[in-house]
């Protein structure tokens, strides 16, 4: 008997959680190919609300296994260690898997930017565990502050620096100026001592973001107390001190580092073409240059805007749409079909800062968009993470409450 031929997804963030169930449904009458999906959890983690889980303990993991229930996926739980192109291997621990085709969706990780002690003594905030340490970290502050009789002391522990201006530390700083207005009440400490401070290298805070947007988040950020700090980097980190370019030496138990990311280290090693970012390059349908069987998608693939002719930024919504089209292209390439080339849809964008209060835009017909601020942004955005896991359930066909 001819043994099956494998499609294999390596990653399951966003992109690579569509992609896999979008081709378990292309290829649910053609037994002769399984569906293989890689990861190093057992759970695909809604990753644009860990800041609410580093907070408020809020529960973002949805465990695979119901995800994919009743599909033919294999899931293979590990991390992937080598990919051979040439080979059309997947090497993992404590194994190797052949693929006739392959998407390539491993996200990203931190760079902390070789900045002396910033590793070894600050947070990130890029996995499920990230947000856990986090709301361990900062539970036990606010217990510790409670019983510290010195002042000066208390105040270094509920002072929390947040490395980078971007979307993730914005809506961090955001929530965590919420949490510790109940944190201060709770434990009975003065709220005047807790300080939350962005420090960001560039001109303003969320640079991607319209200038006019930036400027909104910068006063409701300011309104709840929050400092930011343009124009300056952390250029040093010991356990309580941060150094910034400034000169000035902030005393703080806690830097929360958002400030950059990098491509995973076995994408270079793999011998595909690496362009800006290190991100994978590839053709107008994801397709991996040089290697005709191979797609990356989100964080890994250079996918360049046909309009604007500059790469498509690394988010969620992008993630999402290449996810289902290199689903398409997969099918396509092996039943000779037409395959269709990626045009990003810019469906607009919602920035939480805190629990109640959101910033954004969607995009309307005839290139117009309509903006909001406050209590309605914050329904939209709760609205859009219920999306994602409505389609979850409707790529998988399975209704079960995740």
């Known amino acids: ?10 990653g399951a963030g966003y992109g690579g959680i569509t992609s896999v169930l979008r081709l378990a449904r292309l290829f649910r009458k053609h037994p002769e190919y399984q569906i293989h999906l890689i990861d190093r959890n057992p ?13 408020r303990k809020r529960e973002v993991s949805i465990p695979i296994n119901r995800i994919i229930q009743g599909r033919n996926i294999i899931f293979h739980l590990g991390e992937v260690t080598r990919i051979d192109a040439k080979e059309h291997i997947v090497y993992m621990e404590g194994g190797a898997l052949p693929f006739h085709y392959l998407v390539i969706a491993l996200g990203s990780q931190v760079n902390f930017h070789n900045i002396p002690g910033l590793q070894e003594n600050s947070f990130s905030l890029q996995t499920l565990r990230d947000a856990q340490q986090i709301y361990a ?49 709770n434990c009975h400490v003065n709220s005047n001592e807790v300080e939350i401070i962005i420090v960001e290298s560039g001109d303003h805070i969320v640079p991607r973001m319209e200038a006019s947007f930036a400027t909104r988040i910068h006063k409701k950020l300011l309104e709840k107390g929050v400092k930011i700090i343009t124009r300056t980097k ?27 990311t990098r491509i995973h280290e076995l994408i270079g090693e793999s011998g595909m073409k690496i362009g800006q970012s290190g991100r994978i390059v590839v053709d107008e349908f994801l397709q991996v240059e040089g290697y005709p069987f191979i797609y990356a998608i989100g964080d890994n693939a250079l996918a360049i805007n046909p309009y604007s002719k500059q790469p498509v930024p690394a988010a969620a919504q992008f993630a999402l749409q290449q996810g289902r ?41 005839l290139l117009k968009k309509i903006t ?17 896991i409505f389609l979850l359930r409707k790529e998988s066909r399975n209704w079960i409450t995740y």
């Open 234 to 260: 952390i250029i040093s980190r010991t356990s309580d001190t941060t150094t910034l370019s400034s000169g000035e030496v902030v005393k703080t138990k806690t830097v929360i580092w958002t400030g950059g």
């Open 1 to 10: 008997m001819e043994s099956k031929k494998n499609i294999v997804v390596v």
């Open 372 to 388: 909001f601020v406050g209590f309605l942004g914050s329904l939209l955005k709760t609205a859009i993470q219920e999306k994602h």
């Open 137 to 185: 970290h900062i539970d036990k502050l606010c217990a510790r502050a409670a019983s510290e009789p010195n002042e000066e002391l208390r105040r270094d522990m509920l002072r929390f620096v947040i490395g980078g201006g971007g979307l993730s530390g914005i809506e961090f700083a955001a929530e965590l100026a919420d949490y510790t207005v109940h944190c201060t009440h």
């Open 325 to 365: 089209l290199v689903a398409y292209n997969v099918y396509a390439d092996i039943f000779r079909g037409m395959r269709k080339p990626y045009h990003p849809k810019v469906l607009g964008e919602v920035v939480s800062l805190g629990r109640h209060l959101a910033v954004g835009w969607f995009a309307l017909p």
């Open 43 to 55: 759970y695909h983690t809604l990753k644009t609300q860990l800041h609410e889980a580093a907070v």
